[in-house]
Structures are given as structure tokens and as C-alpha cells.
């Protein structure tokens, strides 16, 4: 039983070649090309495809929010975004929409059955170009952390030893409303205990 794929391209010629290709494999035929998302949302539960070949600019809807939408309808569909952009908001913005992978379109006939292929397999198809923009977004230095003056004051006077009850007093706050600031430090911080948190705010020189 061959894999079954939606493309959604308003680029016919493109879109007819992409037909072609896929319908010639052994693994792989194509249930539905569409021009536009809307179309394709609509037959979504009735084509029921393994694989969907989406183009970001689109007429209408674009290709992120039709992902989006799609990948709400069908949460295991697996979506390879098929463009000539290779700028890192696109792929931000496909993959955080939910995209598989992303493609450019001078991908050559094999490129594209492999990228089927890998997609099926559990893999994440991108274009060279794209794939190291992705790891160099990781290797980028994390962004600053940053403590509100209310959490900086929770978080000095527990360095100084205070009890809960202590910082009550000298904050004029509940002790409820100390452990919701807690709360948040232990999550802006990445930590699990009163002591991690003053020991990274200490190390980040946050108090």
C-alpha cells in the first residue's frame, strides 16, 4: 500500500511536476493538489494523507497558518514546507508551526522522493542550507535571564537566611504571594530548591 500526499502549491507547473514524480514511485502517490489551504482544509478528512507538501506564500491563507491549522485537524500529519525562501523566520516560523521539514524548490526529483522517504521514516528532510541555520539558532548564547525587583528582594533576603515568615514582615507581603514569586524564579532560573536558585542568582549576578 503505497503513502498518500496532499501538495498544496499554486505554482501549477511545479505542482504538476511534483505529480508526476511522486505518482512514478513505488512508494508514494498524491490524493489531492490543491492551489490554496482553504481547499485543502476542507478535504483534509477525506484525502487523509500521510504526507503534505505545503508552499509558504500562498494566496489567502499562507503556508505557516494553513500548517498550523492542519496540524490542529490532523496532529500526525507529517507537513514538508516546499519554498524558494531560505531566510531563518520562514523556517522559525514553518517549524514552530509544525512543519516536518523544509525544502527549497530547485530540489531535484530523487531530493524529493528521499525527502518522502525520510519523512515516512521519521526523519526531518531540510536543504543543507536550512539544516545549518537551525543548528547555528542552538549554538547561539541563551538569551539574559531576568528577575522582576520584587523576585530580586525575595531572592536576596532568602540569601541572607530569612524564613518565609521573615520576608513577610520586611516585604509586607503574604507568604502565599512568596511562594508564587518562587515559583516564577525557579522557573526563570532553571531550578529546583530555594539553594539552586540563590546559588545561579548568585552566579548570574542577579542579587
Do not use: W
Not at 155 to 182: E, P, R, V
Amino acid at each position: 500500500m503505497k503513502n498518500t500526499v496532499v501538495i498544496i502549491e499554486d505554482n501549477i507547473p511545479l505542482a504538476e511536476g511534483f505529480v508526476e514524480v511522486i505518482n512514478n514511485s513505488n512508494q508514494f502517490k498524491v490524493v489531492g493538489n490543491y492551489t490554496n489551504c482553504e481547499d485543502a482544509l476542507t478535504n483534509l478528512t477525506i484525502d487523509n494523507p500521510d504526507i503534505l507538501l505545503i508552499d509558504i506564500e500562498l494566496s489567502g491563507m499562507n503556508g505557516v497558518e494553513g500548517t498550523k491549522l492542519i496540524k490542529a485537524k490532523k496532529p500526525k500529519a507529517n507537513i514538508i514546507m516546499v519554498t524558494v525562501y531560505e531566510n531563518s523566520k520562514m523556517v522559525f516560523d514553518a517549524l514552530c508551526a509544525g512543519a516536518t521539514g523544509y525544502l527549497t524548490k530547485n530540489l531535484t526529483p530523487n531530493a524529493l522522493l528521499d525527502a518522502l522517504h525520510e519523512t515516512i521514516e521519521g526523519g526531518a528532510p531540510m536543504s543543507i542550507k536550512i539544516a545549518k541555520m537551525v543548528v547555528g539558532s542552538f549554538q547561539k548564547k541563551p538569551s539574559k535571564i531576568e528577575l522582576s525587583e520584587r523576585e530580586k528582594e525575595v531572592l536576596t533576603l532568602l540569601a541572607k537566611g530569612n524564613s518565609y515568615d521573615g520576608i513577610a514582615d520586611q516585604l509586607c507581603i503574604s507568604k502565599n504571594t512568596i511562594k508564587f514569586h518562587l515559583k516564577n524564579i525557579y522557573m526563570k532560573l532553571q531550578v529546583n530548591t530555594n539553594i539552586e536558585a540563590v546559588n545561579k542568582a548568585n552566579k548570574e549576578n542577579l542579587i
